[in-house]
DNA sequence: CGCGGGTTTGATGATGCTCAAGCCCGGTGG
DNA sequence: CCACCGGGCTTGAGCATCATCAAACCCGCG
């Protein structure tokens, strides 16, 4: 069953007897979104988190040369939203889109206020995933300060090892900050099993 | 008098009345940091955001080659703390340090509570804060992987014009991604009036 | 004066981009 | 069933960006 998975999702960090699990799962609404739909476009505010029960989405923002700019990746058991938007209630910038078919549990900020109030462990939650967006945006700013694109992409093969199988590879390149070209012959060269240097 | 400058930076995004003020003020604690004395290091807990009343800071991790790389710079008038280790309260991973002699005012988590309780306005203040970090957090990353490093500098230079007066070079080298020799090789080129090519 | 740090300059080489072509492979229409 | 797309991945040649190393310079300070 569907609510399973965001249940287990939600009992990483808090525990929560059955009329808090009810509650919770009433106030999600369930979205089915085709391959390359658009969740969220810029200039739109952001009114939901999106929980991916399904399918496999990304964020990212257009630079004025049209190039794409991937900020994140959500597959299944993963949290997306625009978290600046959500936040500030004012316009994103970002785009959210389906990479693949999808299925995501929304939960509109109303909802999260209401859910705040009466499971006040809720708080913590989201307070936790907020840390983790901090920390993830920071250590991968230092990444791209201090790491070749190679030592990038194995670091992100590590962390993050089934995302390949569910992504083009133009997008994970996009997602290093490198080219297509690139991230190619830096696969080819791995796989001729050469770390750099012969 | 010092007093001002907090209050008048805090009152860009609400408003008090002279109890709040004073409240407020109650529950700093005044700091003098000389050059190159360390406010936070790595796996201390981070107990305080700090408010720039003088000098200069820089918060920066060291990765494993010794290679420093600056996350933030702190001037008058600006915050600068661990966010992820103040608010998760676990151990924090970065170093924050005077780059010049400088002045603080410090906000401990527990006074922070404090603050939230009375004077509920200081939970908007605090978001609004939060907000900004994660988007110019955001900002960056996708300047780093969209532009080359003169782009960079001369975008630092347009959002903050004050720093480089207080700041040594290859500081900012370390905060754009890129090494003291390349920071001076651009300015070269730029102070011959070329942008790029002739 | 001499020392030490930060900045500059130059030569050389690695890293990553651009452009252009070819390949692989799953559709789609005849 | 096959021919023909078209999108994504690969390959290669040539070029721009940026790092490394070493030396010189500049300047404040003991």
Redesign the interface.
């Known amino acids: 069953m569907n609510n399973e998975l965001i249940l287990r999702n939600v009992e990483k960090h808090i525990s929560l007897n059955e009329d808090e699990q009810k509650f919770f799962l009433s106030l999600l609404e369930r979205r089915v979104l085709k391959k390359k739909t658009l969740f969220l476009q810029p200039g739109e505010v952001c009114r939901h988190s999106a929980f991916v029960v399904d399918g496999a989405l990304k964020s990212y923002?257009v630079?004025p040369d049209g190039?794409e700019?991937i900020?994140s990746f959500a597959l299944q058991d993963w949290w997306i939203s625009d978290?600046?938007s959500l936040?500030?209630q004012k316009p994103a910038i970002l785009y959210i889109e389906a990479i693949a078919d999808a299925e995501v549990l929304m939960l509109s900020r109303d909802n999260q206020q209401l859910l705040f109030e009466k499971v006040p462990q809720f708080e913590r939650f989201f307070?936790?995933l907020?840390?983790k967006?901090?920390?993830a945006?920071?250590q991968?700013?230092?990444d791209?300060?201090?790491s070749t694109a190679e030592e990038r992409y194995l670091r992100f093969l590590e962390k993050y090892p089934s995302v390949p199988a569910c992504v083009p590879q133009h997008n994970i390149a996009s997602y290093l900050?490198i080219t297509p070209e690139f991230l190619s012959k830096i696969r080819a060269r791995l796989a001729r099993g050469e770390g750099k240097g012969s």
Do not use: F, M
């Open positions: 923002t630079d190039k700019h900020l978290l600046y936040i500030s307070r936790i907020i840390e967006a901090l920390v945006n920071r991968r700013l230092i791209n300060l201090s900050g």
